[in-house]
């Protein structure tokens, strides 16, 4: 009988506590990644790859040094403690364009999935009319915030760019960087 639930359990932490496996954690894997959706041109199979990474990359925090070498954690709160996560190196910053408007956003360390369901389910073939990386000379602009690369994708329907609002995110408001 000790063994029966040993066995159980044993089977039980491999099915609750397994890592996703495409997790990008470094530079490389990241440059990688970007080059992967430069290519497909398919709109369909972007959307799909975009949102991968943004579920993908919950599970990995990241830790900010500043230039004087202190080091910036966030505080984790119960939701988070119950959830194994990754150090990685960086994530995407995504820009949703309407009209005039653009709207940045990143999710740098997550307490839970909550909001990043809410932009998967926002961003799909019905709501996207394009995706692009930003050119190298647009990137420029951003500073510190392009070094793990832009993504802009562009809607056509005002009711996206609310949705995107009512979510509370911490946005950038961009209008005189991306005037194309």
């Known amino acids: 009988m000790k063994y029966a639930i040993l066995l159980l359990f044993i089977f039980h932490s491999v099915f609750c506590f397994s890592q996703e496996n495409n997790l990008i954690l470094t530079e490389k894997e990241n440059e990688l990644w970007l080059k992967k959706l430069n290519t497909i041109e398919n709109l369909s199979e972007k959307i799909n790859l975009i949102n991968q990474r943004l579920k993908n990359d919950s599970n990995i925090y990241i830790e900010w040094s500043l230039p004087d070498g202190i080091t910036v954690e966030r505080i984790p709160v119960l939701d988070s403690l119950r959830k194994v996560r990754i150090k990685g ?29 809410s932009v998967i389910k926002l961003i799909n073939i019905e709501n996207i ?48 960087i991306l005037t194309y």
């Open 129 to 176: 009319k394009s995706i692009e990386l930003v050119d190298d000379e647009t990137k420029a602009l951003f500073g510190a915030s392009d070094n793990c690369g832009i993504i802009l994708m562009t809607t056509d329907k005002e009711s996206i760019s609310k949705g995107f609002e009512k979510l509370n995110l911490t946005f950038y408001y961009l209008e005189e």
């Open 89 to 117: 190196f960086c994530k995407p910053l995504y820009i949703l364009k309407y009209k005039s408007e653009n709207l940045a956003f990143r999710f740098e360390n997550p307490i839970n999935d909550n909001k990043i369901n």
